[in-house]
């Protein structure tokens, strides 16, 4: 049977998590782990999750640990990988929720696809009202993610090959992440809707709350601009952002094409 360790970063989420633990344990497919990883939080999200779910973190079915001190997302997934025991990987933000076959469906797309070691398919923007996802073209995610990490799913030996979460950014860790491993390993992309987005707190956000900036992103990944075609106002915002003086950017930039307007 197909394994997953569900990681969970949170932050003083206590008056959401519940909601969103509620939906994993609603689970069909049941063979998962869940590694709550509080990431300093000041609210009583520790009180609530040590009292709640007491029988569950002694049985092992729920991982609460907790960071002293507020470390950023980045370190809180990883120490998620590292307390991770199971084959599969994914992740829940605490005021998503994920739809009662997430994981049966990422179970059934591995069982069917057993040399590929990434997945990732639909999730709907409920303020917005609208349903993000389509098949996967490489050339199309270094123009801008289609991935949300809430549905994207992978193999945990991706962890030790490619490595986790980069702490050298503070924000875009999700695209970071997901641009390094489906560049290696090209997903199958699951043609459902699997999670339910909350864009309405977008700005409370423990992914959406640090600077950063595409630069490091774009020369990390070796993004030619050259080949990529942005509209025009896009393009002018990606040169402000690349330093001049690197020889490298400097070819960059000079080589954006720009999008005309139809």
């Not at 009292?51 to 729920?62: D, N, R, V």
Request: glycine letters at 4%; one cysteine or more.
């Amino acid at each position: 049977m197909v394994s997953f360790s569900i990681i969970m970063p949170t932050y003083n989420r206590a008056y959401c998590i519940e909601n969103a633990i509620k939906h994993i344990f609603a689970q069909t497919h049941t063979d998962f782990e869940l590694l709550i990883i509080d990431d300093g939080s000041t609210d009583n999200t520790e009180k609530l999750i040590q009292k709640k779910y007491a029988k569950e973190i002694k049985s092992g079915k729920i991982v609460y640990y907790k960071i002293i001190n507020n470390a950023g997302v980045c370190a809180a997934r990883n120490l998620g990988l590292r307390l991770s025991k199971n084959e599969w990987i994914v992740y829940c933000d605490t005021d998503n929720t994920i739809r009662t076959n997430f994981l049966s469906s990422f179970a059934t797309a591995i069982q069917e696809n057993p040399s590929v070691k990434t997945f990732y398919a639909k999730h709907r923007r409920v303020a917005r009202e609208r349903v993000l996802g389509r098949p996967f073209d490489f050339q199309r995610l270094c123009r801008g993610n289609f991935i949300d990490m809430g549905v994207f799913c992978h193999h945990r030996s991706l962890v030790d090959e490619l490595g986790g979460f980069d702490m050298n950014i503070r924000r875009l860790v999700d695209y970071d992440l997901i641009l390094t491993y489906t560049k290696h390993y090209p997903p199958v992309f699951i043609n459902s809707i699997l999670m339910d987005y909350n864009d309405k707190d977008d700005h409370k956000r423990i992914t959406n709350s640090e600077d950063g900036n595409m630069q490091y992103i774009y020369l990390k990944h070796n993004i030619n601009i050259k080949k990529t075609v942005f509209p025009k106002w896009v393009a002018r915002i990606i040169c402000c952002f690349i330093p001049k003086r690197s020889k490298r950017n400097s070819f960059m930039v000079n080589h954006v094409r720009y999008k005309k307007k139809k």
